[in-house]
Structures are given as structure tokens and as C-alpha cells.
């Protein structure tokens, strides 16, 4: 059965998604107010359908995805409901399980939990959207057969933005301490003993360094909020959060170098480190 869906926004992931729930024959609306020509551009690769308002893009659908910088997940779930809508409503972003039940408690059981580990869907097999909460296996069949490998999961409100914290607490978390150890040898004039070092005991480690500064560099703007909403999350289960408060520092530091090309080098990621001459919080 087609779906009538609205997606917010068409972000990287945001139009893979819609690109998914597309391809299996729904209908997905986009809102073009305040959005960019990248977002349109976006939208029309993925098949989107655009729509001028939110208020009259809410007035013809059944469902609302959506996929947003986490600090700014909060803010949509209020616009949509003050805007008077009651359906499905599943929020995929990067949030603490606070978060999530907070929107739980704004929306009631209309409210779908969920949480995306991988890179965009457009390829099979990379990319998992965990869902959480009475309707996620109603939700998991928008996406049959679908790039977007959908799962429900046991839990309700909160589990899937709990695993998404857990997984990325490692994944980005270890990235940001990677760039930091850099930028601190860096500073203190030992790159090259502690990489021929890494050499004989951890090998592989430079490049990856090298890797990561390149892919995580355009992406770092929106991971800095991602690392407080972990911190936070660590911090409500009586656990130090400090760590993914400090790797919220490393991006912070980095969130200039959003537009650069095809990713920025070591050497400029750890010159916006550097440049900065705070402490790490």
C-alpha cells in the first residue's frame, strides 16, 4: 500500500531515505521553505515532491520522517505538532533517549523512535534504521526490499536512539580522539616518533588517521551536537560523559571546514585544531 510520507529535510541521509521509501512506490513530499538550492537539488535527485509550507505540505500526508541535525530535533517535532498534525511520526535523528521519550511524551504512540547506523541508503546492505516503539513494524514495511535496511527492536521509545548513541560513542567518538592525539603530537613536536612508532605497534594507524580527517571533515559541523546528545546520554546512566563532551570540542573546532572539496587533509584539520587555544573541555 502506497504511503503519503513527509520528510524532513533532504539532507545527505535525509534523501537517501526518501529516495528508499520512493522506490518502493510511496509518496514523499519535501517542505521548500528555508531550504537551500543544495536541498532542492538533493530532492529532485531522490524524486521528492515539493511543497511550499510545512503547514500545507502536513495537510496532504499520513506520516513525517525526520532527519535533522540533532539539535535541531526537538525544535521540528514542536513545529509539527503545533502545526496540528497526529500521524506517524518517526524521528531518525541522532538524539539521547531523553530526547526521544521527550518527543515520546509531545506526540503519544504516534511517535516512532529510530536510529540510523551507516553511511546514506543508496546502496543495499550498508545502511540500518533501528526503530522503536508500538508502530515500528508498521514502519519497517515502508522500506520492504528497500536500500534502507529497516529493523524493529525491542524496547520502546528511547531503544533505537539508544543504540545509536552506543554505536556512534565508538565510531565517531574514536575518530575525534584520533584527530586530537595528531593534533597533540602535533603541538608538542613528536609526529614522527609516534608514527614510526604506530608503525611497529599499531599499524595501519596513520592512515587511518589521514582517512579520517579527510571523512570526517565535511561532516564534522553536524557531529558536534551528535557528541553532546552522547554525553548526555552517558551522563543519565550514571556513566562520566565528558569524553564525548570533549570530542564535541574537536568538531567544534572543525566545522569551518564543511565546504572544502572532497574532504579537508590532516594538515588543515590539524591547523583548525590547533588554531583554537582553549583547552579541550
Not at 523512535?113 to 546514506?120: E, M, Q, S, T
Not at 524496547?155 to 574514536?174: C, D, E, P, R, V
Not at 574532504?263 to 584539520?269: H, I, N, T, Y
Request: net charge neutral; proline share 4%; with cysteine.
Amino acid at each position: 500500500m502506497s504511503e503519503r510520507i513527509l520528510l524532513l529535510h533532504p539532507g545527505a541521509m535525509g534523501s537517501s531515505i526518501g529516495a528508499s521509501l520512493r522506490g518502493n512506490g510511496h509518496a514523499v513530499a519535501w517542505v521548500r521553505e528555508g531550504r537551500s538550492a543544495a536541498s532542492a537539488e538533493r530532492a529532485r535527485g531522490a524524486g521528492l515532491q515539493p511543497v511550499a509550507t510545512l503547514r500545507e505540505a502536513l495537510a496532504g500526508i499520513d506520516h513525517v520522517i525526520s532527519v535533522c541535525p540533532p539539535d535541531a530535533a526537538l525544535a521540528v517535532a514542536h513545529q509539527v505538532t503545533t502545526a496540528g498534525f497526529a500521524g506517524t511520526y518517526l524521528d531518525a535523528n541522532a538524539v539521547s533517549p531523553a530526547s526521544a521519550r521527550e518527543m515520546h511524551a509531545l506526540l503519544g504512540d504516534a511517535f516512532v523512535d529510530g536510529g540510523i547506523v551507516g553511511p546514506p541508503a543508496w546502496k543495499a546492505g550498508t545502511t540500518r534504521l533501528y526503530l522503536s516503539a508500538p508502530k515500528a513494524a508498521e514502519v519497517t514495511r515502508w522500506f520492504e526490499g528497500s536500500a534502507t535496511d529497516a529493523r524493529a527492536i525491542a524496547g520502546g521509545a528511547g531503544a533505537a536512539s539508544a543504540l545509536k548513541m552506543a554505536y556512534a560513542a565508538f565510531t565517531k567518538g574514536s575518530a575525534a580522539l584520533l584527530l586530537a592525539i595528531r593534533a597533540l603530537a602535533e603541538r608538542e613536536g613528536v609526529t614522527a616518533p609516534l608514527l614510526e612508532e604506530w608503525d611497529l605497534s599499531q599499524p595501519g594507524l596513520a592512515r587511518r588517521s589521514e582517512l579520517t580527517a579527510r571523512g570526517t571533515s565535511g561532516k564534522a559541523w553536524r557531529f558536534e551536537g551528535e557528541m553532546r546528545e552522547i554525553a548526555a546520554t552517558f551522563q543519565a546512566a550514571g556513566l562520566p560523559g565528558g569524553f564525548h563532551e570533549a570530542a564535541a570540542e574537536v568538531y567544534r573546532r572543525m566545522r569551518d571546514l564543511k565546504d572544502v572539496e572532497g574532504g579537508a587533509d590532516l594538515e588543515s584539520v590539524l591547523e583548525a585544531l590547533l588554531r583554537d587555544a582553549r583547552h579541550f573541555v
